[in-house]
């Protein structure tokens, strides 16, 4: 009896179905912007200073480390506008528009580093993981400028202790792991069978309650 009355009405599950669908894929690629799951990206870029910067007193000189100097918050705030102006952080940090200050300044200092690896030599490190939410095409398009201005950067920071902030690019490198990239398209066609699966229950679910009413209402 029930299954003859789901049969009579399937389009009343088949609208159900797609409505569903219709509506958790537009929610997904419109309203709720889908930024899937990467690999691990790491762009490098080895810098030399072309005047080591030194701290020098009558007895001794010592070559001066930046690395601190990079992740002081107070300097993060600089990079911390310098990105916001020029890129859309949202493609590197799904959740960008929802992080307070403190927030953002630790991730800025997560994933943009610098590393002293010799005498007047750095590497200018930008670095996404696996967890990050991230859209990977975006970084792909845009990882010279995102160096280039890391490395604005780090030359206009570097002026608070030395005057000569000049620099040359030694050798760059990139790590890119595709094994965890999932396509937008693939999300959404997800969401979309599942919206269908889910419309067809709720649809199978309304049919069950109008037979159930109408064999009340006999009575």
């Known amino acids: 009896m029930i299954l003859q009355s789901v049969i009579k009405k399937w389009y009343i599950i088949l609208i159900c179905a797609v409505a569903c669908s219709g509506g958790l894929y537009f929610e997904k690629s ?124 780090f030359s206009k920071t570097s002026a608070l202790v030395t005057k000569d902030t000049g620099l040359s690019t030694v050798k760059e490198f990139q790590s890119i792991n595709e094994d965890k990239v999932v396509s937008k398209g693939i999300i959404k066609k997800k969401y979309a069978l599942i919206g269908f699966v889910l419309g067809a229950l709720i649809g199978i679910v309304i049919v069950m309650a109008w037979d159930a009413r109408k064999h009340w209402g006999n009575h």
């Not at 010592?62 to 102006?85: G, R, V, Y």
């Not at 528009?97 to 580093?113: C, I």
């Not at 002293?116 to 750095?122: A, E």
């Open 30 to 153: 419109q309203v709720e912007t889908v930024i899937p799951q990467t690999g691990d990206m790491t762009y490098i870029r080895v810098v030399r200073f072309n005047t080591i910067p030194i701290f020098a007193t009558r007895q001794t000189s010592k070559e001066i480390d930046m690395t601190n100097l990079m992740k002081a918050w107070s300097n993060l705030t600089e990079l911390d506008s310098q990105m916001e102006t020029n890129f859309d952080m949202n493609k590197m940090n799904a959740e960008w528009d929802k992080m307070v200050n403190s927030q953002k300044m630790k991730w800025l200092g997560e994933h943009f580093r610098v590393q002293n690896i010799g005498p007047g030599l750095y590497e200018l490190i930008i670095q996404f993981t696996k967890k990050d939410a991230k859209d990977s095409q975006y970084i792909k398009e845009n990882n010279t400028n995102l160096m280039d201005a890391y490395q604005t950067y």
